[in-house]
């Protein structure tokens, strides 16, 4: 292990606020908890000292040793030792500070009780369980981590009984059983509800504990009676259990989620309806385009309540999901929802750049849809740092030149073969480099095939009908479907 490259890429993810508070932590390390080396300090000063640009001349071990130690030769291991301590501290001080952010308050009490307890204090302990017990049943977030809390704090209180053989007494076994069991049965459809869902677009293992899992009795009926998490996730396992499932089930499940709002947990309400969206998406990949309309209408019901708008960055849409509405939105032919769409949430795209080449990407592919070829050339970004996007840049750019007969068209399908081609091995997984070049080979036939063929309109379709992952696939199947 390389010492300084952990320290300081560790070192790098620190926000400048913090420095001051780490610099106070380094100085007074907690005892016992990592060692205290003398020199931790000074070193942390040094290479603050070249924050935040941090360059690599300057932390080398070398010219940090020097900083640290100017007057003494080089002793092997010397920095060695003082770097190890400093990350350790770094690390206990990030420690620190998760264990006392507010979603920890429930275990931070648990932990303190038990303290108490231990010290023989057990007013203390009486006084802490109470209060949390207090606080658990009138809880308004009662998702799965709160059953699991109520289950923690019944078991406390039950093991305290039998260690004073208390065995005649009621020990509130059911309950907490009931609790235990609640939150198993939430995480375990959770999981199984997420591999059902990408059992459908991959070959995956369902042998061992996951055969056991899925083919699992359901839960006892009074656990759905406490728990509309748990109500939800099995409908969601019942659902995808369908061998096809119509869109009258589908549509069943999101009333029943509707219905049932008012008892499952803000959490859960936005984990179920992204995976709605999925399970659409899903369903879409695999040929069912009766979903899209479906999928249209979930995406306009969850933007009037708010479960697309990412609260912790500035209530903006992520950038992928945004391009999902939008593209969801064309193909089913609502133009004007689209355009009002776009003009209402031009700078809530997260993670938009200076030139707002996200907003560009998805008004270009607006303006195609509606057979806008000019503009929407004009309008579409040169450019994407990130290769999933560049590479849907640059196929909406080859259909546009597509549409508009360009002569630079055959040009621009090259340069795109050559980019796939070269970028394959860097950056491409095997999959979406077959999804590209699929495209660009089935184009590139659809182009140099010849007018009058009586075989070329069901040869061109037979073959990107079994290229059933590539690129653009619908656009393709409609170009030859409107050959003579």
């Known amino acids: 292990m390389n010492e300084r490259n952990t320290l300081i890429d560790l070192i790098k993810t620190l926000h400048p606020d913090e420095f001051k508070d780490l610099k106070t932590f380094v100085g007074q390390p907690v005892p016992h908890a990592v060692p205290n080396n003398p020199d931790a300090g000074r070193l942390l000063d040094i290479i603050l000292k070249v924050s935040p640009d ?15 130690y100017p007057t003494s030769p080089w002793v092997d291991g010397r920095l060695k030792k003082v770097m190890i301590a400093l990350h350790k501290q770094i690390q206990a001080y990030l ?22 307890q231990k010290r023989g204090l057990k007013n203390r302990y009486d006084q802490i369980i109470q209060k949390t017990t207090k606080d658990l049943e009138g809880a308004r977030e009662k998702n799965a981590d709160h059953f699991f809390q109520k289950f923690r704090i019944e ?42 869902n990408q059992q459908k677009l991959t ?35 019942d659902f995808q259990r369908q061998t096809n499932p119509s869109t009258d089930d589908f549509r069943e499940l999101t009333h029943w989620l509707k219905r049932r709002e008012s008892s499952i947990s803000a959490s859960a309400l936005q984990n179920a309806y992204t ?39 500035d209530n903006k849409i992520l950038s992928n999901t945004f391009l999902n509405i939008v593209n969801v939105g064309l193909i089913t032919h ?7 769409f776009l003009t ?24 195609f849809a509606t057979g806008q070829f000019e503009s929407a050339l004009e309008t579409l970004p040169q450019s994407f740092p990130n290769i999933i996007y560049h590479l849907i840049t640059r196929r909406l750019e080859i259909k546009i030149y597509y549409e508009l007969q360009s002569d630079l068209l055959e040009f621009k399908l090259d340069a795109f073969k050559m980019y ?38 069901p040869r061109l379709l037979k073959r990107i009908g079994e290229r059933v992952r590539a690129a653009e696939r619908d656009w393709l199947m409609e170009k030859v479907n409107k050959m003579g």
């Open 155 to 196: 078991y406390t209180w039950s093991h305290q009984a039998l260690g004073k053989n208390q065995t005649r007494r009621d020990l509130n076994i059911q309950r907490m059983l009931q609790n235990l069991g609640i939150f198993y049965h939430i995480r375990r459809l959770e999981i199984i509800n997420f591999f059902l």
């Open 203 to 237: 070959n995956l293992d369902a042998s061992g504990p996951i055969l056991h899992a899925i083919n699992e009795l359901p839960p006892l009926s009074t656990y759905f009676e406490e728990s509309g998490d748990l109500f939800i996730q099995q409908k969601i396992f």
């Open 275 to 313: 995976f709605l969206r999925n399970c659409c998406h899903t369903l879409i990949y695999t040929g069912r385009h009766e979903y899209l309309e479906i999928l249209h209408e979930l995406h306009k019901d969850n933007l009037e309540r708010g479960y697309l708008y990412n609260v912790e960055n």
């Open 54 to 68: 941090f360059p690599e001349e300057k932390l080398k071990k070398k010219n940090l040793y020097e900083a640290l």
């Open 420 to 457: 796939i081609s070269r970028a394959s091995r860097k950056f491409l997984s095997k999959e979406l480099r077959e999804r590209n070049a699929d495209f660009a080979n089935l184009l590139t036939q659809i182009i140099q095939s010849k007018p009058g063929d009586p075989n070329r309109k």
């Open 95 to 116: 420690l620190v500070q998760h264990y006392f952010r507010e979603e920890n308050a429930f275990q931070r009490r648990v932990d303190l009780s038990d303290i108490f």
């Open 344 to 367: 209402t949430h031009r700078n809530r795209i997260l993670g938009d750049n200076e030139t707002v080449d996200f907003y560009k990407l998805n008004r270009a592919a607006y303006l």
């Open 334 to 340: 609502q133009f004007d929802w689209v355009q009002d």
